[in-house]
């Protein structure tokens, strides 16, 4: 299991609920790398930066006024495809 | 009449939070006023205290920023901060597209800057520091003039002037007749050092934000040497006098909060949700005010059209709706949804780079002050009730370390 | 009451993945199974109309963040193909069978097809629902196809066009109806996005269907419109709205059809009976039910929104609906963002008959549009305004009358409701529904509120 493995190697993952989100900008300013605008409004994002955007996703996620960035929390490994048959 | 009663006690409760010798705690006061999150005052005007209900107000087509009394003079041209849609939004804009690339990159400067005002008091032996002085005050001031295009030689006549003109944002009823003319007088030499910076900036050009603004090729761009006049002191004035209250606010509650500051010291990274919690618990603006351009029903009553309504920021911060354990100060809080930099259309078009500075600054105080302690708690505050923060913040240390940097 | 031990969760997006969470945030410890029939951990798809498909973003670049640890089995790229409610039993295709005490049903949507008689199976002709649709097309458009034909100018046609254009691809929209979106927003703020279209050069064809698809070797070439023209194109996205994935479902008992999936307000599933089924649940796309707010028909969205808050309303109910059932009634919201602007939606437009801009304008794509049903405010629509929405979702919960009375800086001086335009069916939907019985719920009249 990765718990134990340093910050940076965990995978990063988010979603941003855009219903909520009403384009304050802050998480563009703050991560301009995993997060744009395309137009004025119009947010477009990483759901899956890398691991090394870790610090500035945080901060992204901190920042936003609406509280609308998710980052993932799980630590067990992502499903895969198929299950072996028992 | 239980609601008579309730009028009372909250034009009190209000008048009690905004009296000078409760400016280093009035959140009992706010916490009585959150019992009902929207009321009536006595002088006819609204309050609103609960998070949801301004939230909600702060969103609502039907709230002008418009938040002087009717009686009161109007100015001549608004400042995108009291002005409404469609003139806010261009203002806005035109601001926002000169303001923020330049602050996006400017994390490393901040450090460098924070590192030397901590370096000219790096000390091996037991010191005292005042954070306001030293730190919190200088460190912005720096910033926005440099963004702004103001010379550092101006810095200090600059610097009185938005102290004066600050305390004239505080509820009017709070203030002497001697401040109001002083205030009058501020105004007018504001004007004159505005007009003769655009006129010698008009000369010489550059590539800061004012020159920025007056030759924006953007749709909504140049500004009109008078718009550009309004939007350079709303900038430089709330450069001046918020930021520096989220450093001394932050630095107070690390203070008082030992296992927050021991935490700060290893995880440099505890900065990011730490300042959150400060704009949440100690906001450095308390309140913000709007009117009504049509009946709102809300939280059970309806403000008419025509009402000044005060968002009191600092309670929805401390909501028990809509937080939980409010009182306590917890560092690293998740959802934190605080109302410390406003919402809506007028969000602070500055929050980027005070949270920036903030990070940076709590993070080199937390690192390079060995055992500091607050020499007097509280500490002294200024005057002012809504831009509230201490005057001094004197803290004593063991040892000043030399400065790495932030990363 | 003893609790389920077994839990079998049909359907592996974002529905099925939040009840997921959602029952062990609600205390669920037992055996947690979720059944997806593609090979992919959960996703999102908005961005894949988007910023997959402009080439921003790559398609494994929109898996979706997982809240908590679950602690579950996951049986992917596997369709359910039955299931027994006496044995409690889901049927897999390949075969297996899954037992559970209780049952989400999460199947979702997908893309209706173009028929294959009239061209469907051509190489070129795609859909937009999945990640393997999304990666097909983007690998399509990155081509540089000399034409792309868009079928049907809802949210997707629109996004899709959106990003041809962002492209520099050459596109013609055919669209049924007299305007875009005529369907979700009606003919007023359809004929404001016409203009979007035509500003950004796409041959938008209003009125006009295709007649047939035509190839070459098993290869798209032309499309014959019903307009007498006939388009070259070398790749058509069909973007004519959702079928619920219900197949699976088809002899169970359940009142479930391509419309969607029968179940309560406590998202309980309906017998074709009307009488709720015993530890089978629904939430998601695939749902149909009565929402609170809008009595005397069931609901179906494609929305996000309320995929996440039904999972959650089922997840609840499944473990303690017993002692404390929840009602499923958020408010439906949606956004989409395409020719550069944003977007949003509270309530539900279609049911409207009046509609005015109260904030901005139309000409400066900055505005905000209320729609009212009977002097009701029922829904918002804002364009590059999302800061003021809000207020407008408070005002449609507290079920405030229309117009609204709002004096906004950036209103106009007096606000002229128009007729909403929405297309009405022949039998005319004009007359208020008889409130249903619960038995009759399964054939009340239906309100389609997805992104076609």
Same mark, same amino acid.
């Given at each position: 299991?990765?718990?134990?493995?340093?910050?940076?190697?965990?995978?990063?993952?988010?979603?941003?609920?855009?219903?909520?989100?009403?384009?304050?900008?802050?998480?563009?300013?703050?991560?301009?790398?995993?997060?744009?605008?395309?137009?004025?409004?119009?947010?477009?994002?990483?759901?899956?930066?890398?691991?090394? &955007?870790?610090? !500035?996703?945080?901060?992204?996620?901190?920042?936003?006024?609406?509280?609308?960035?998710?980052?993932?929390?799980?630590?067990?490994?992502?499903? &895969?495809?198929? !299950?072996?048959?028992? | 009449?239980?609601?008579?009663?309730?009028?009372?006690?909250?034009?009190?409760?209000?008048?009690?939070? *905004?009296?000078?010798?409760?400016?280093?705690?009035?959140?009992?006061?706010?916490?009585?006023?959150?019992?009902?999150?929207?009321?009536?005052?006595?002088?006819?005007?609204?309050?609103?205290?609960?998070?949801?209900?301004?939230?909600?107000?702060?969103?609502?087509? #039907?709230?002008?920023?418009?938040?002087?009394?009717?009686?009161?003079?109007?100015?001549?041209?608004?400042?995108?901060?009291?002005?409404?849609?469609? #003139?806010?939004?261009? *203002?806005?804009?035109?601001?926002?597209?000169?303001?923020?690339? #330049?602050?996006?990159?400017?994390?490393?400067?901040?450090?460098?800057?924070?590192?030397?005002?901590?370096?000219?008091?790096?000390?091996?032996?037991?010191?005292?520091?005042?954070?306001?002085?030293?730190?919190?005050?200088?460190?912005?001031?720096?910033?926005?003039?440099?963004?702004?295009?103001?010379?550092?030689?101006?810095?200090?006549?600059?610097?009185?002037?938005?102290?004066?003109?600050?305390?004239?944002?505080?509820?009017?009823?709070? @203030?002497?007749?001697?401040?109001?003319?002083?205030? @009058?007088?501020?105004?007018?030499?504001?004007?004159?050092?505005?007009?003769?910076?655009?006129?010698?900036?008009?000369?010489?050009?550059?590539?800061?934000?004012?020159?920025?603004?007056?030759?924006?090729?953007?749709?909504?761009?140049?500004?009109?040497?008078?718009?550009?006049?309004?939007?350079?002191?709303?900038? *430089?004035?709330?450069?001046?006098?918020?930021?520096?209250?989220?450093?001394?606010?932050?630095?107070?509650?690390?203070?008082?909060?030992?296992?927050?500051?021991?935490?700060?010291?290893?995880?440099?990274?505890?900065?990011?949700?730490?300042?959150?919690?400060?704009?949440?618990?100690?906001?450095?603006?308390?309140?913000?005010?709007?009117?009504?351009?049509?009946?709102?029903?809300?939280?059970?009553?309806?403000?008419?059209?025509?009402?000044?309504?005060?968002?009191?920021?600092?309670?929805?911060?401390?909501?028990? @709706?809509?937080?939980?354990?409010?009182?306590?100060?917890?560092?690293?809080?998740?959802?934190?949804?605080?109302?410390?930099?406003?919402?809506?259309?007028?969000?602070?078009?500055?929050?980027?780079?005070?949270?920036?500075?903030?990070?940076?600054?709590?993070?080199?105080?937390? #690192?390079?002050?060995?055992?500091?302690?607050?020499?007097?708690?509280?500490?002294?505050?200024?005057?002012?009730?809504?831009?509230?923060?201490?005057?001094?913040?004197?803290?004593?240390?063991?040892?000043?370390?030399?400065?790495?940097?932030?990363? | 009451?003893?609790?389920?031990?077994?839990?079998?969760?049909?359907g592996?997006s974002?529905?099925?993945?939040?009840?997921?969470?959602?029952?062990?945030?609600?205390?669920?410890?037992?055996?947690?199974?979720?059944?997806g029939d593609e090979p992919y951990?959960?996703y999102?798809r908005p961005p894949l109309s988007k910023?997959v498909l402009s080439?921003?973003?790559?398609t494994?670049?929109t898996?979706?963040?997982?809240?908590?640890?679950?602690?579950?089995?996951?049986?992917?790229g596997t369709p359910a193909s039955?299931?027994?409610?006496?044995?409690?039993?889901?049927?897999?295709a390949?075969?297996?069978?899954?037992?559970?005490?209780?049952?989400?049903?999460?199947t979702g949507t997908r893309a209706r097809p173009w028929p294959r008689q009239q061209g469907g199976a051509l190489h070129g002709v795609q859909v937009l629902r999945s990640r393997d649709d999304a990666d097909r097309l983007r690998a399509a458009l990155a081509a540089g196809p000399d034409r792309v034909l868009v079928i049907g100018a809802g949210f997707t046609g629109g996004e899709v066009a959106s990003v041809c254009r962002?492209l520099?691809l050459d596109v013609t929209v055919t669209q049924r109806g007299s305007a875009p979106l005529l369907s979700a927003?009606?003919?007023?703020?359809?004929?404001?996005?016409?203009?979007?279209y035509?500003?950004?050069?796409v041959d938008l064809r209003l009125g006009t269907t295709v007649q047939a698809l035509e190839g070459e070797a098993g290869r798209l070439r032309r499309a014959a419109l019903s307009d007498g023209t006939v388009v070259e194109a070398e790749v058509a996205v069909v973007a004519a709205g959702a079928l619920a994935n219900t197949e699976w479902l088809t002899?169970?008992?359940?009142?479930a059809d391509a419309r969607g999936v029968?179940?309560?307000?406590?998202?309980?599933?309906?017998?074709?009976?009307?009488?709720?089924?015993?530890?089978?649940?629904?939430?998601?796309d695939v749902?149909?039910?009565?929402?609170?707010?809008?009595?005397?028909?069931?609901?179906r $969205?494609d929305?996000?929104?309320?995929?996440?808050?039904?999972?959650?309303?089922?997840?609840?109910?499944?473990?303690?609906?017993?002692?404390?059932?929840?009602?499923?009634?958020?408010?439906?919201?949606?956004?989409s963002?395409q020719?550069?602007?944003?977007?949003?939606?509270?309530?539900?437009?279609?049911?409207?008959?009046?509609?005015?801009?109260?904030?901005?304008?139309?000409?400066?794509?900055?505005?905000?549009?209320?729609?009212?049903?009977?002097?009701? $405010?029922?829904?918002?629509?804002?364009?590059?305004?999302?800061?003021?929405?809000?207020?407008?979702?408070?005002?449609?919960?507290?079920?405030?009358?229309?117009?609204?009375?709002?004096?906004?800086?950036?209103?106009?001086?007096?606000?002229?409701?128009?007729?909403?335009?929405?297309p009405?069916p022949?039998?005319?939907?004009?007359?208020?529904?008889?409130?249903?019985?619960? $038995?009759?719920?399964?054939?009340?009249?239906s309100?389609l509120?997805g992104h076609e």
């Amino acid at each position: 299991m990765p718990t134990d493995s340093p910050p940076d190697a965990r995978e990063l993952r988010l979603v941003v609920d855009l219903n909520r989100c009403q384009s304050y900008g802050q998480c563009v300013y703050a991560a301009p790398d995993v997060f744009r605008f395309h137009g004025e409004e119009a947010l477009e994002y990483d759901y899956a930066p890398d691991p090394r &955007l870790r610090r !500035e996703v945080e901060r992204a996620t901190a920042a936003c006024p609406v509280q609308a960035i998710t980052l993932g929390r799980a630590t067990e490994p992502a499903p &895969l495809a198929s !299950e072996p048959v028992q | 009449m239980t609601s008579t009663t309730h009028q009372h006690t909250a034009s009190d409760l209000f008048a009690q939070a *905004l009296r000078y010798e409760h400016r280093a705690n009035p959140y009992p006061y706010y916490e009585q006023l959150l019992r009902q999150p929207v009321i009536r005052m006595d002088d006819g005007t609204w309050l609103a205290s609960g998070h949801r209900e301004i939230s909600l107000l702060l969103r609502d087509p #039907r709230i002008s920023a418009d938040r002087l009394p009717p009686q009161h003079q109007r100015p001549i041209r608004k400042s995108l901060l009291v002005e409404d849609p469609p #003139r806010h939004d261009q *203002l806005r804009r035109l601001v926002t597209q000169q303001f923020v690339p #330049r602050v996006m990159g400017m994390r490393d400067h901040i450090d460098a800057l924070v590192t030397g005002l901590l370096d000219a008091h790096t000390s091996e032996r037991a010191g005292q520091l005042d954070v306001v002085g030293d730190l919190a005050y200088p460190l912005p001031v720096t910033v926005i003039c440099e963004l702004l295009g103001v010379p550092r030689e101006d810095e200090s006549l600059f610097g009185s002037l938005a102290r004066r003109l600050t305390r004239g944002l505080d509820p009017i009823d709070t @203030q002497t007749e001697d401040e109001i003319r002083e205030l @009058q007088q501020a105004r007018g030499e504001l004007v004159e050092y505005l007009e003769g910076l655009i006129a010698r900036h008009d000369a010489t050009g550059g590539d800061d934000l004012l020159s920025g603004l007056m030759h924006s090729q953007e749709p909504d761009g140049p500004m009109d040497p008078v718009d550009l006049r309004v939007t350079l002191g709303l900038l *430089l004035i709330a450069g001046h006098e918020t930021t520096v209250n989220l450093i001394a606010n932050g630095t107070l509650a690390l203070l008082r909060h030992p296992d927050a500051l021991a935490r700060l010291r290893t995880d440099p990274d505890l900065a990011t949700p730490l300042v959150e919690e400060v704009l949440r618990y100690d906001p450095p603006v308390q309140m913000s005010g709007r009117s009504t351009l049509a009946d709102i029903d809300i939280a059970g009553t309806t403000i008419p059209k025509g009402s000044r309504v005060r968002l009191l920021l600092a309670a929805g911060n401390r909501d028990p @709706q809509r937080f939980a354990d409010p009182d306590r100060f917890v560092p690293d809080r998740p959802d934190n949804a605080h109302l410390g930099f406003g919402g809506g259309i007028h969000y602070c078009i500055g929050a980027t780079l005070a949270r920036a500075e903030a990070q940076i600054a709590l993070t080199a105080l937390a #690192r390079r002050l060995e055992s500091p302690r607050l020499i007097a708690d509280p500490p002294p505050y200024r005057e002012n009730a809504i831009l509230r923060g201490p005057e001094r913040l004197p803290v004593s240390f063991t040892r000043l370390v030399p400065g790495a940097g932030e990363a | 009451m003893n609790g389920p031990e077994r839990i079998v969760v049909v359907g592996a997006s974002l529905a099925g993945l939040r009840a997921a969470e959602a029952l062990r945030d609600e205390g669920f410890d037992g055996e947690l199974t979720l059944i997806g029939d593609e090979p992919y951990a959960p996703y999102d798809r908005p961005p894949l109309s988007k910023a997959v498909l402009s080439g921003w973003l790559p398609t494994d670049h929109t898996a979706l963040p997982r809240a908590r640890n679950i602690d579950a089995r996951w049986l992917l790229g596997t369709p359910a193909s039955g299931v027994d409610l006496r044995e409690r039993r889901v049927a897999l295709a390949d075969g297996r069978e899954v037992p559970y005490d209780r049952l989400l049903i999460a199947t979702g949507t997908r893309a209706r097809p173009w028929p294959r008689q009239q061209g469907g199976a051509l190489h070129g002709v795609q859909v937009l629902r999945s990640r393997d649709d999304a990666d097909r097309l983007r690998a399509a458009l990155a081509a540089g196809p000399d034409r792309v034909l868009v079928i049907g100018a809802g949210f997707t046609g629109g996004e899709v066009a959106s990003v041809c254009r962002d492209l520099d691809l050459d596109v013609t929209v055919t669209q049924r109806g007299s305007a875009p979106l005529l369907s979700a927003l009606g003919g007023v703020i359809g004929s404001a996005v016409t203009g979007w279209y035509r500003d950004a050069g796409v041959d938008l064809r209003l009125g006009t269907t295709v007649q047939a698809l035509e190839g070459e070797a098993g290869r798209l070439r032309r499309a014959a419109l019903s307009d007498g023209t006939v388009v070259e194109a070398e790749v058509a996205v069909v973007a004519a709205g959702a079928l619920a994935n219900t197949e699976w479902l088809t002899g169970s008992g359940l009142a479930a059809d391509a419309r969607g999936v029968v179940c309560d307000d406590a998202c309980r599933a309906l017998a074709d009976d009307g009488t709720p089924v015993a530890d089978v649940y629904v939430a998601g796309d695939v749902a149909r039910w009565p929402h609170p707010l809008y009595p005397g028909q069931l609901l179906r $969205l494609d929305h996000w929104d309320n995929a996440v808050a039904q999972a959650r309303t089922a997840a609840h109910n499944m473990i303690h609906g017993s002692r404390e059932p929840r009602a499923h009634r958020a408010l439906p919201a949606f956004w989409s963002n395409q020719f550069g602007v944003n977007l949003k939606c509270v309530g539900l437009p279609s049911l409207a008959d009046r509609v005015v801009v109260t904030q901005g304008s139309l000409d400066e794509r900055r505005f905000v549009a209320a729609y009212g049903q009977r002097g009701r $405010l029922v829904a918002a629509v804002a364009v590059d305004s999302p800061r003021v929405l809000d207020g407008y979702a408070a005002l449609i919960e507290a079920g405030a009358p229309f117009p609204p009375v709002l004096h906004a800086s950036d209103g106009p001086d007096r606000l002229d409701a128009l007729d909403a335009a929405f297309p009405r069916p022949a039998a005319g939907r004009s007359s208020t529904p008889s409130t249903p019985s619960v $038995l009759s719920i399964p054939s009340a009249p239906s309100v389609l509120a997805g992104h076609e």
